[in-house]
């Protein structure tokens, strides 16, 4: 389950006191609802650092999961985002460095689209703020106004030869998505976006950025270290003695290499031959 964006800058909200007893069943009934909520969505997400809102770049096809923006190679750099009523556009992207993409993070739930794959398929879907599926029908004209999945609103990610951390994006028609100047006589006007290039391009070629807790190499990582932070007092706990330093040491490489218990037993049963040799 996604849980609700945050941008810089936003203020957290305040958790309310109750002050006087929840009065009657149907009180009761709604807390009970609540926690169940709460625990569902703590299954599902697993062991996802819930406090880390930064964003980062996807590297390979595989990373994408979640929240995720599209940045497109346009001049300044922009976003794929749709509105309330699946209209898809480029939204100018104002959370940026220097106009680099790989800084790049939403300011606006446009801006934001949820990837998932498709279950037994190779295919992502890439589901709105507003809850409907980007789709991509066979004229190549993108909208987001479907709430079911069908070939239109399924896509292949591809990484792009000899461009690290750069995608395609592609229809199962196998043509892509690519952005480019609009036809509007209007001045400024947007750049526009299309799903009919039939061949790879500077203009098909855009990074994806995502949230990092959901990034399969950071959330190894963070769980890596969560390891590794254990106590001096936990371990001579586990051991029944005072630890040498190099003990210590021992017990926490253990803790990284997944032999920890066994590490343990080895120090207990020194432990017990120094006192009775």
Known sequence: MVKALTFKGDKKPKKRKRTTEASGSADKTDNDDRQ?????????????NTDDDSWVS??????????IMFVLPTEPPT???CD?????????????????????EPHDVRQVWVANRIVGTEHFRFKGHHGKY?????????????????????????PTA????????????????SVRASRSSKTNAAPEVRGDETEITFDTTLRIRMQARYKPKL?????????????RAELEAAVGRKLEEEEVRRLKRARREGDYHEAVLDLKVKGKHDKYG
């Open 58 to 67: 996807a590297d390979v096809a595989t990373d994408i999961s979640g929240p």
């Open 219 to 231: 959330k190894a990582s963070k769980e890596e270290k969560a390891r590794e932070k254990i106590s």
């Open 79 to 81: 976003a794929l985002a």
């Open 84 to 104: 309330a009523i699946g209209k898809v556009f480029t939204l100018p992207i104002e959370n940026i460095i220097d106009n680099n993409p790989i800084t790049a």
């Open 134 to 158: 980007l789709s991509c029908d066979k004229i190549g004209l993108f909208s987001a106004t479907s709430e079911a999945i069908t070939p239109l609103e399924s896509f292949n990610v591809i």
């Open 162 to 177: 000899n461009t690290p951390g750069t995608f395609q994006i592609q229809t199962l028609r196998d043509t892509f998505l």
């Open 36 to 48: 169940l909520k709460i625990a569902k969505a703590s299954a599902e997400d697993g062991d996802a």
